[in-house]
């Protein structure tokens, strides 16, 4: 288990490889996650205060970098709770207006997921 702390709501336990988007909406936080899961959307977006993954999957790194928010923020629905980790989400149902957050997105990290060490990833 490993500590999720979510900046101004608090900390709860997750299960080790747990998607973080997952993790945060099970939180009670209702983060958005308006393609499913599928690093469309950009909405589950959050940013690290501490724990953040030095890996990173090629559909994130291709989506961070077609909006130039590469090295700014991260896409929780591309990440596994693997360690203590504290975030910020940006976008929710709540700051956002929307009926609601969206598809449900699936236990396992999608599309299948190719990781890559940031450090061997560059700004575009
Ligand atoms: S990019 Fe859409 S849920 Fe993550």
Same mark, same amino acid.
């Given at each position: ?11 709860? /336990? ?13 939180? *009670?936080?209702?983060? =958005?996650?308006? @393609? *499913? =899961?599928?690093?469309? @959307?950009?909405? @589950?977006?959050? /940013?690290?205060?501490?724990?953040? !993954?030095?890996?990173?999957? #090629?559909? /994130? ?15 929780? @629905?591309?990440?596994?709770? $693997?360690? $203590?980790?504290?975030?910020? !989400? ?10 609601? +957050?969206?598809?449900?997105? +699936?236990?396992?990290? #999608?599309?299948? +997921? ?11």
């Amino acid at each position: 288990m490993h500590e999720l702390t979510i900046q101004g709501v608090g900390t709860v /336990e997750v299960e080790e490889g747990t998607r973080l988007v997952r993790a945060i909406e099970d939180s *009670g936080v209702e983060i =958005g996650h308006r @393609c *499913g =899961g599928q690093s469309q @959307c950009t909405t @589950c977006r959050v /940013e690290f205060e501490e724990g953040e !993954p030095e890996v990173m999957t #090629e559909v /994130e790194y291709e989506k961070l970098t077609d909006i130039g928010q590469f090295g700014d923020m991260r896409l929780s @629905c591309q990440i596994v709770v $693997d360690r $203590d980790m504290t975030v910020n !989400p940006l976008m929710t149902v709540e700051d956002q207006g929307w009926d609601d +957050a969206g598809p449900e997105p +699936a236990i396992m990290v #999608e599309p299948d +997921a190719e990781w890559f060490p940031i450090t061997t990833l560059e700004q575009k």
